[in-house]
């Protein structure tokens, strides 16, 4: 596995800390981000997943705890539109350049606007997919939200 992906060099190329973390990715787990928590024995609140969004039929992402939903209404609003709902995995993986399980919010093909779920911001660093099935970037996630440009709110 490498761990130089497009991701990674993103976040390099922005000068943000971070760590990189590979773990055995099971491809048949039913929540991809709670079997990467427990893979890097961390708390599944720490491990934040990338969603791809529609919201007003405008692609976004949105990044909130592996072990929470989102709430479909709060990010609409938080994005300023009327109504969210879940990209399908097929064009989620055209718009970003990622396959799904490796789906980064860093390095996307094309950028998007991005909510970070505010309680990410409770822990002092966060796990985040690096952009490859089975790999991970812990970093702080205030600076996450600011290479990433990403509006902090509840959407949970």
Do not use: W
């Not at 922005?14 to 773990?23: E, L, P, Q, R, W």
């Not at 981000?33 to 976004?60: F, Y």
């Amino acid at each position: 596995m490498s761990k130089t992906t497009r991701a990674t060099v993103a976040l390099q190329q922005a000068g943000v800390s971070f760590t990189v973390h590979a773990y055995d990715y099971d491809p048949n787990a039913e929540r991809i981000g709670l079997q990467a928590a427990e893979a890097l024995g961390a708390d599944p609140g720490q491990v934040l997943k990338p969603l791809m969004v529609l919201v007003d039929s405008r692609p976004a992402c949105v990044i909130l705890p592996s072990d929470r939903e989102v709430n479909l209404k709060k990010l609409a609003a938080a994005l300023g539109g009327k109504a969210a709902q879940m990209m399908k995995p097929a064009d989620a993986e055209r718009l970003t350049g990622y396959h799904v399980g490796g789906i980064s919010p860093f390095g996307q093909k094309k950028r998007v606007p991005t909510v970070l779920e505010q309680s990410a911001l409770e822990h002092a660093e966060v796990f985040m997919n690096g952009g490859q099935r089975g790999l991970q970037v812990k970093l702080a996630p205030r600076e996450a939200a600011a290479v990433l440009d990403a509006k902090v709110a509840p959407v949970i």
